[in-house]
């Protein structure tokens, strides 16, 4: 019941978050299929097989994610390949309180070097790869 009640829809206010990276410093290249994704599979998919119709499964993840209009926060997209910061998931990883609770929700967050990988990733453009 704990789990259920901690992946509920909520509404937060506006927040830009700083980048994760300074403008300028090099970013690794960050793999979706061997980096990005376990950490969707080990941190999210507890809630999201089912959840806010986002399924972070392993052969759902990309699509439900990549240029796909969110269902809470309408017209804002949950990845915007190259922008993080136009990037509903990443305000709502990240700890932005942008698009309400901070994920995951049971009171943990992802630890940096999580953060810095999906942040790589999403500014790299979001690659299938």
């Not at 789990?3 to 994760?20: N, R």
């Not at 990549?66 to 990037?87: C, E, F, H, M």
Request: charge should be negative; include cysteine.
């Amino acid at each position: 019941m704990v789990l259920a009640v901690g992946c509920a829809k909520d509404e937060g206010p506006i927040f830009i978050p700083s980048p994760v990276t300074e403008p300028g410093e090099p970013i690794d290249t960050a793999y979706f299929s061997s980096e990005v994704l376990p950490i969707f599979t080990q941190h999210c998919w507890n809630c999201h097989p089912t959840m806010g119709g986002l399924d972070l499964g392993v052969t759902e993840a990309y699509t439900n994610l990549v240029n796909v209009t969110t269902t809470g926060y309408v017209p804002q997209l949950r990845i915007v390949p190259g922008d993080a910061a136009a990037s509903v998931l990443w305000h709502k990883v990240s700890g932005s309180p942008s698009y309400g609770l901070t994920m995951p929700p049971n009171g943990t967050t992802l630890n940096a070097e999580d953060l810095q990988t999906i942040h790589d990733w999403i500014e790299q453009g979001a690659l299938n790869n």
